[in-house]
């Protein structure tokens, strides 16, 4: 079965696995306990993997907090800043109309509360604009501005940098969902200054399910960024995420970077060349009737959002379930219309017949020639 759903999760590559297993049983030990082995070396491979972590990132590994994956820390970003910075001053936040369901839940569930999110339109390829962002900064100068770095359903990339600047010159609070951007292209946290907090998961980068992180910069003179956390306890990652550590994921998540580090480079390229090549078979095969929602630049390599012209999308990917995986947008909405796409301006129509396919690194060209048999 060829899988092409990688947007949507990935497999555990075997060196993570590995690296992982003697965490799941004979280094058992709890990193928080004290002096006897067992816990000494699980709080080592903690901070080893924080420093793989921190090195893919290019920030301090203190910056680097483990949770359990993307979803909670958006929750925990765009829940524990609005909460501690909440002022009669402000009561704002910006984000975008085509955030991943865990940062749009959260903005709703914000709304709820009484706080005012400005949600911002996106162009043909998703991606937001900077000056009307700043306009928005400037007429209501917000707690935090959460946006998407690049997105899940059609890979466009927004401009960080000038996302980034902007919210830096305003002296704003910047977030960005960065799940699917990290291990595929260069994150250097060292050139986006505006980046405050950062979120992404260990298993869209070969690591394994149930880890993530978040980046939470610390001021230049060395303090901690305050944010209210989400879950209290036992005081574990600088008492911003309470919680016993999921050694074994965090080694997992660890691995996954470094190998991220070494091969991100040249896995772009192949997936841009494989890109290239399935986008002919299917350009041939239906006669030209295809359209791409997404940008061919300024992408996440191996993404592509493809429209199929009469043919829809639902019953396609059951036809083809027991040969290939495909999707017809995000996993985690699938039940409904992508938000996304009809936020670029498609129409119903239009989405009905959008396929995404995520690709691996891992598989050849010649998988890809199962298209021409469909
Ligand atoms: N943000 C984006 C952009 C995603 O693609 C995903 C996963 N689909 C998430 C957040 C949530 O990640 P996790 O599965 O680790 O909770």
Redesign the pocket.
């Known amino acids: 079965m060829l899988y092409l759903d990688n ?2 999760t990935t497999k555990v590559n075997k060196e993570v696995l590995e690296a992982m297993l003697p965490y799941l049983k004979e280094e058992f030990g709890n990193p928080s306990s004290k002096y006897y082995t067992l816990a000494e070396n699980a709080k080592k491979a903690v901070e080893t993997a924080r420093q793989q972590v921190a090195t893919l990132l290019r920030c301090e590994s203190d910056e680097v907090i483990f949770t359990s ?3 909670e820390s ?1 929750n925990m970003i765009l829940k524990g800043v609005t909460d501690y910075y909440t002022s009669a001053k402000s009561n704002h936040v910006i984000t975008t109309t085509v955030e ?1 369901s ?1 940062v749009r839940e959260t903005c709703r569930y914000l709304e709820s509360k009484g706080f005012h999110v400005t949600y911002l339109d996106v162009d043909k390829y998703g991606r937001i604009n900077i000056d009307n962002l700043e306009q928005r900064i400037k007429e209501t100068p917000p707690i935090l501005v959460s946006i ?1 770095w690049g997105n ?1 359903e059609i890979g466009s990339l927004n401009d960080m940098k000038s996302i980034s600047e902007v919210c830096s010159k305003h002296g704003v609070f910047l977030h960005t ?1 960065a ?2 951007v990290v291990g595929k292209i260069n994150v250097d946290l060292t050139q986006y200054h505006g980046i405050n907090f950062l979120s992404c ?1 260990g ?2 980068l070969q690591g394994p399910k149930g880890i ?1 992180i978040s980046f939470i910069r610390k001021h230049p003179d060395g303090y901690r960024t305050k944010l209210t956390p989400l879950l209290h306890g036992g005081g574990q990652e600088f008492d911003y995420r309470s919680g016993t550590l999921a050694v074994h994921n965090i080694v997992g998540i660890g691995k996954a970077a470094e190998l991220a580090e070494k091969y991100q480079i040249e896995k772009a390229e192949y997936l841009t060349e494989l890109e290239n090549y399935l986008i002919d078979i299917l350009y041939n095969k239906l006669d030209g009737n295809i359209t791409i929602n997404n940008d061919n630049k300024d992408k996440i390599p191996g993404i592509l959002s493809i429209q199929l012209h009469g043919i829809n999308n639902e019953l396609f990917i059951k036809k083809v379930a027991n040969v290939m995986a495909v999707s017809t947008g ?3 909405s699938s039940t409904k219309p992508s938000h996304v796409l009809s936020a670029i301006g498609l129409g119903i129509d239009r989405i009905r017949s959008t396929i995404r396919i995520s690709l691996s690194a891992d598989i050849q060209k010649e998988d890809l020639d199962i298209f021409k048999t469909l």
């Open positions: 947007s949507a994956g993307a979803t958006n991943h865990s998407i899940n969902d799940t699917q998961s298993h869209k993530g995000s996993a985690c």
